[in-house]
């Protein structure tokens, strides 16, 4: 009988045999929890009962907590177009270990859709729900002793990622140890390099690409003689570049533990806080040392990519300024002039780029030279650099005093977070209470399914807000180390001779400019710089 041939009408149950097994269930060391023998007890039950056998449905290496296992999915595809009517398991620990998952599928699901459930070594009555419960927990303290086992390796500084990142290889006489692979290694110090200079992360992958060097995947495709699948993959990108600039184990370290899943049940991928990442120093030798390290890091990632102008300069302040009216950027402008000896006067200056595109009735010009732009940065970096060597602490206290809206913010999410928290720790009470309940047959099962519903659902919003504060508790440095870093960054810039782009990039975050106004006849504008790491603001008046 061919598949999907629900038209027919069956006398005898159309039976699936559903098995499953996953490492939680110790392959091996029960001979009855093996798929082979799985397979054979229920096939042999099927025909000693005389019924017909639709289909064996195998998922090998799937955890029980995990619905979306393929032939499972395939099989309740089957039972929702009929093709189905019977579902033969050995346990209820086969068809899944999350007791809210099985109670709604044998209890809802599947009556709803006429199809029996018989499991082989146990009895589906009300105390269905229990051992359902019983595995589940089962299911969760098998994921905590694994958790547990991988905090210690981390805290080892033992590698436990599956892949060693570009520029390393794992050691062949310990796995959970990097070493240096010479082949690549220089690449990555090419792009640290090119990162200090100032180059933007595009920038450096087009540069890559252009000179034919293999992306990490394609990499690591040839070193297996394979055929990369994935064509996409064969190129370098903005965000690969990222990736291998924020990598500390490109300096010896190894940082485990950024990301985990929601629980034993939700197995969807979420970032961590800092506070709970694990970081080991010195666990392997470096790639590129702590100096170009550091510079690489202080350039921030800008999302604006400055265009080169028709001589092939780039302006020296592109994707920096800002008009303090609209807040869009300021464009770059250059003037030309043939002077009577016949020599060319250039000047260049920015304007708001909304006052460009739409003119004054959208917003003022916002207009400023780039040499009284330079003269401004030039010497309150300058001046900042000297008063920190004559008195690092009390720039230290100065930024920190300006950094209290951080610091509050920070505070205020905290306690939003642990508020969250509880909620979700009520919320699991009061479905294990329901439970309970239910088993006790103090609540019918319609009541008992509205609750779980609205607990899960309750559940689920909760989860998300507490990702989502996580997120923005971690965007939020700690002050100390940012006003550490700044005053690191000001004192490698001591007098310099000329400002560049890779010193601007390095200090400042955006430079804000104000419309000109004219104080004792002549035009000035304020200008505030706002540097990386301290939230730190500066007024200067420009004269011109």
Request: aromatic share 8%; net charge positive.
């Amino acid at each position: 009988m061919s598949r999907r041939s629900s038209q027919y009408f069956f006398v005898l149950p159309l039976t699936a045999a559903y098995v499953r097994l996953s490492k939680e269930d110790g392959r091996g060391t029960e001979e009855s929890v093996s798929i082979e023998n799985q397979k054979m007890m229920l096939v042999k039950h099927i025909r000693d009962n005389g019924w017909e056998l639709a289909e064996i449905y195998q998922d090998d290496g799937f955890t029980g907590t995990n619905q979306k296992r393929p032939a499972f999915q395939r099989m309740i595809a089957d039972v929702k177009s009929g093709f189905i009517n019977t579902i033969l398991i050995k346990d209820l620990s086969r068809l899944g270990r999350n007791y809210l998952d099985v109670g709604n599928l044998a209890e809802i699901f599947l009556p709803d859709h006429g199809c029996e459930l018989i499991s082989l070594n146990e009895k589906l009555d009300d105390m269905m729900v229990f051992r359902n419960w019983f595995n589940e927990q089962h299911s969760k303290s098998t994921s905590t002793k694994v958790r547990a086992a991988k905090k210690v390796s981390a805290q080892n500084g033992k590698f436990l990622g599956a892949y060693a990142p570009y520029g390393f290889r794992k050691d062949p006489g310990n796995r959970h140890k990097l070493i240096v692979d010479e082949n690549t290694a220089p690449v990555v110090r090419r792009i640290f390099q090119m990162r200090a200079g100032g180059m933007g992360f595009r920038s450096i992958a087009a540069k890559l690409n252009e000179d034919g060097i293999a992306s990490p995947r394609e990499y690591y495709y040839q070193q297996q003689n394979r055929k990369n699948p994935i064509k996409t993959s064969g190129v370098w990108s903005k965000n690969s570049i990222i990736d291998i600039i924020q990598n500390e184990a490109y300096i010896g370290n190894l940082v485990s533990g950024k990301s985990g899943t929601i629980s034993y049940k939700n197995h969807s991928q979420v970032r961590k806080g800092r506070e709970e990442w694990i970081r080991v120093e010195a666990t392997h030798e470096p790639i590129v040392d702590i100096e170009l390290w550091d510079k690489a890091q202080s350039l921030k990632a800008k999302k604006y990519i400055p265009n080169r102008r028709a001589d092939g300069e780039t302006n020296l302040f592109a994707g920096l300024l800002h008009c303090s009216d609209c807040g869009f950027r300021l464009k770059g402008h250059v003037e030309r002039r043939q002077r009577k000896d016949g020599s060319e006067y250039k000047a260049v200056s920015y304007i708001c780029s909304t006052y460009a595109r739409s003119g004054k009735n959208a917003c003022a010009i916002h207009s400023i030279n780039e040499k009284a732009l330079v003269d401004i940065v030039l010497g309150h970096i300058n001046s900042s650099a000297q008063m920190i060597e004559l008195d690092e602490d009390r720039m230290l206290n100065a930024i920190l005093s300006q950094q209290s809206d951080a610091i509050s913010y920070r505070a205020a999410y905290q306690s939003e977070l642990d508020s969250q928290k509880k909620q979700i720790g009520k919320l699991d009470l009061l479905i294990e209470s329901l439970y309970e309940d239910k088993i006790s047959g103090l609540i019918p099962s319609s009541l008992f399914k509205r609750q779980i519903e609205k607990y899960e659902k309750e559940r689920v919003k909760h989860s998300q807000v507490v990702v989502d504060l996580e997120k923005r508790i971690n965007s939020i440095k700690p002050s100390q180390s940012n006003a550490a870093a700044w005053t690191k960054s000001m004192k490698q810039h001591i007098t310099p001779e000329s400002i560049s782009v890779e010193t601007l990039y390095a200090l400042i975050d955006k430079i804000i400019v104000s419309e000109a106004q004219y104080v004792c006849g002549r035009r000035a504008c304020d200008v505030k710089i706002i540097y990386n790491f301290a939230s730190k603001v500066d007024i200067h008046p420009s004269y011109g």
